[in-house]
Nanobody, 124 residues
Framework: QVQLVESGGGLVQAGGSLRLSCAAS????????MGWFRQAPGKEREFVTA????????YYADSVKGRFTISRDNAKNTVDLQMNSLKPEDTAVYYC?????????????????WGQGTQVTVSS
C-alpha cells in the first residue's frame, strides 16, 4: 500500500515557475515508477511525465517537454515536478501516481495509487 500527498501548487503568472512535490508513505516506494498527471475542468486526466524506479528513465508529454522536469529521491520517498515557463494552458489539478508496471506510463489505468491532487493556476 502506498499513500501519496501532493503539495506546492498555487497561482503563478505566465512565464513563472512552480515546484510540486509528492510525498509517499510505504516501504516499497523505490519499487514503483511514479507519474504526474493533470486534469483541467471539463477535460480528461492527461499524462504529464513519469520516472522509473531508479530514475534511470524519464518520459514527458510533448506539451511539457523542455519546460518540466521530474525527479525522485528514494531515500526521502519523494518525487518532484519542476515546472518552468508556465503557460495558462498548464492550469489544472496535478496528481502524482504510482505504478508497478514498467511500460506505457502515459496510461491512467496503469497506475495503482493516486494522490488527492494540487491546484496549479497560471494567469495570463
Amino acid at each position: 500500500q502506498v499513500q501519496l500527498v501532493e503539495s506546492g501548487g498555487g497561482l503563478v503568472q505566465a512565464g513563472g515557475s512552480l515546484r510540486l512535490s509528492c510525498a509517499a508513505s510505504g516501504r516499497a516506494f523505490s519499487t514503483y515508477a511514479m507519474g504526474w498527471f493533470r486534469q483541467a475542468p471539463g477535460k480528461e486526466r492527461e499524462f504529464v511525465t513519469a520516472i522509473t524506479w531508479t530514475a534511470g528513465n524519464t518520459y514527458y508529454a510533448d506539451s511539457v517537454k523542455g519546460r518540466f522536469t521530474i525527479s525522485r529521491d528514494n531515500a526521502k520517498n519523494t518525487v518532484d515536478l519542476q515546472m518552468n515557463s508556465l503557460k495558462p494552458e498548464d492550469t489544472a489539478v496535478y496528481y502524482c501516481a504510482a505504478t508497478k508496471k514498467y511500460y506505457a506510463f502515459e496510461y491512467v489505468g496503469h497506475y495503482d495509487y493516486w494522490g488527492q491532487g494540487t491546484q496549479v493556476t497560471v494567469s495570463s
